[in-house]
Every structure is written in structure tokens, then in C-alpha cells.
């Protein structure tokens, strides 16, 4: 299993980026796919989900900032991150999950670093 992300950079605040995550075909399809990340100094935490049909879960602070989509015909997932801000900065990270009742992701993927600047 592979998950190969990319789409980070550094973005002045109030910028956008979007995100790409491609996963391997056999384990794409009927999964949940997360994105998670960590900031210096700080604990990984999950930032977005999306179920193989579409419902997504986002935590509260980029409620309305970011946006979690799938393409599952090109085993990919992607995350578009508008209005971002310095607390943003980040080292990105796609997951795979099971189903929704997991509580840890079964893969992960390399993690690409956003940078917000102020």
C-alpha cells in the first residue's frame, strides 16, 4: 500500500492550496480517507475525512476553509485549503482508514509541509 501526497508549499495568509493524496487501487475505493497534520511542537490531529461515497467530517477550525473530495476513478483524494492562516503551518499527511468506527488509520502516507506566513 502507498500513498504518495504532494501539493504543499508556502502560501502568504488568506491564500490557497490544494493537496493531492494518491493511493494504491486495492485499497482506495471502500475506504475512509484522512487527511491529519502536525505542527512543530504539537500532536497530530485529524484536520478531514471523506467516506468512499462522499460524507465528509472537518474539524471545527477549517470548517469553511477546507474542502475534502475524492476522485475514486483516479484513486486519489485531495484537499483545498482556502483562506488559510499562519496556524495552518503544517506538515500535511493523507491516511487510510476502514470505516468510520476506526480510531487510528491502517496506512499512511509521506507528509507534505504547508506554510503559512503572515
Known amino acids: 500500500v502507498q500513498l504518495q501526497a504532494s501539493g504543499g508549499g508556502l502560501v502568504q495568509a488568506g491564500g490557497s492550496l490544494r493537496l493531492s493524496c494518491a493511493a494504491s487501487?486495492?485499497?482506495?475505493?471502500?475506504?475512509?480517507m484522512d487527511w491529519y497534520r502536525q505542527a512543530p511542537g504539537k500532536q497530530r490531529e485529524l484536520v478531514a475525512s471523506?467516506?468512499?461515497?462522499?460524507?465528509?467530517n472537518y474539524k471545527d477550525s477549517v470548517k469553511g476553509r477546507f474542502t475534502i473530495s475524492r476522485d475514486n476513478a483516479k484513486n486519489t483524494v485531495y484537499l483545498q485549503m482556502d483562506s488559510l492562516k499562519p496556524e495552518d503551518t503544517a506538515v500535511y499527511y493523507c491516511?487510510?482508514?476502514?470505516?468510520?468506527?476506526?480510531?487510528?488509520?491502517?496506512?499512511w502516507g509521506q507528509g507534505t509541509l504547508v506554510t503559512v506566513s503572515s
Open positions: 487501487g486495492s485499497i482506495f475505493s471502500s475506504k475512509i
Open positions: 491516511a487510510v482508514r476502514r470505516n468510520w468506527l476506526a480510531s487510528t488509520p491502517d496506512y
Open positions: 471523506i467516506s468512499s461515497g462522499g460524507s465528509t
